[in-house]
């Protein structure tokens, strides 16, 4: 017997879920502007593949680092005046997350810790005409703290890596407007799995959360089924999906989950018909 739940949301920086029905999953983090009086002019910020130390500083990649640079670009037809977050989240966020899926491999990366950060100019370097804008991929620990990576995150989910920074939760996805992210190797409730639904554009309205639950229940179905490796009395497809605010911005997919009966400490994944582990 197949059961699906879902829920509605929207992500925010500390992994915090957001609630709904058709819900959201953690932790996008809110691009994050630059504060100091002048930012440095394009042609002396980090190239696409260089590591920094969380602000505008290349560091070697082999070491502790904050995040790591996946494209670059410039903010285009605005006005001269210094636009408002939401503005520049509108325009940067979208390209900034094909960029991270292009490097990363994958468009999974909705269901793993790993999330698309925006930087761009101070007011004072927007005054005198810089436009860029930066993209970088970061990390977080299930408790909501950045985790510093040692080595680079390219290609990462093209071949074993997703297990690496999958998103596990404690609680439901399909019940919980806080399901509570939990470490994959501890207890938990769910797995995010392989698959993220992609709904539309940015520039598209906004599917209702029938519309939403109608697409995602055969597709994350399928989806649990091929990641468990049977289907399960005791495991089901639950999913979430990010509120309309979000959605301008680019967060168009479902996350489908394989969601346990009760909770239980390994992995779901290649199970198949044997006992759900203890």
């Known amino acids: 017997m197949r059961r699906g739940r879902a829920v509605v949301g929207f992500l925010v920086l500390s992994l915090a879920w957001v609630t709904g029905c058709t819900a959201h999953v953690t932790g996008v983090p809110d691009a994050e502007v630059v504060r100091p009086s002048i930012t440095p002019g394009p042609q002396d910020l980090p190239k696409a593949g260089e590591c920094t130390d969380g602000s505008l500083t290349a560091v070697d990649c082999a070491k502790p680092h904050d995040a790591e640079v996946v494209g670059a670009g410039e903010f285009t037809g605005m006005a001269a005046d210094y636009p408002s977050e939401r503005d520049l989240r509108r325009q940067a966020m979208p390209a900034c997350r094909d960029a991270m899926a292009g490097y990363l491999g994958s468009t999974d990366h909705d269901a793993t810790r790993l999330h698309a950060q925006v930087l761009w ?33 390219k290609d990462l989910l093209k071949a074993a890596g997703f297990g690496q920074v999958q998103l596990c939760a404690q609680g439901s996805p399909a019940k919980d407007a ?20 992609e709904l539309g554009a940015p520039g ?65 994944w290649g199970l198949g018909t044997k006992n759900l582990p203890a």
């Open 121 to 153: 100019p101070s007011r004072d370097g927007w005054a005198k005409g810089d436009r860029w804008r930066l993209c970088t991929v970061v990390e977080f620990e299930p408790d909501g703290q950045r985790r510093k990576r040692t080595g680079k995150a």
């Open 178 to 197: 806080d399901p509570k992210i939990a470490a994959c190797d501890g207890p938990h409730l769910a797995e995010a799995v392989p698959g993220v639904l």
């Open 204 to 268: 598209d309205p906004t599917p209702s959360r029938e519309q939403v639950n109608e697409r995602a229940k055969d597709h994350c179905a399928t989806a649990v089924a091929g990641y468990v490796g049977a289907e399960r009395q005791d495991v089901f497809a639950s999913w979430r999906s990010f509120g309309s605010q979000a959605w301008s911005e680019g967060f168009t997919t479902v996350v489908c989950y394989a969601e346990a009966t009760r909770p239980f400490t390994g992995r779901l």
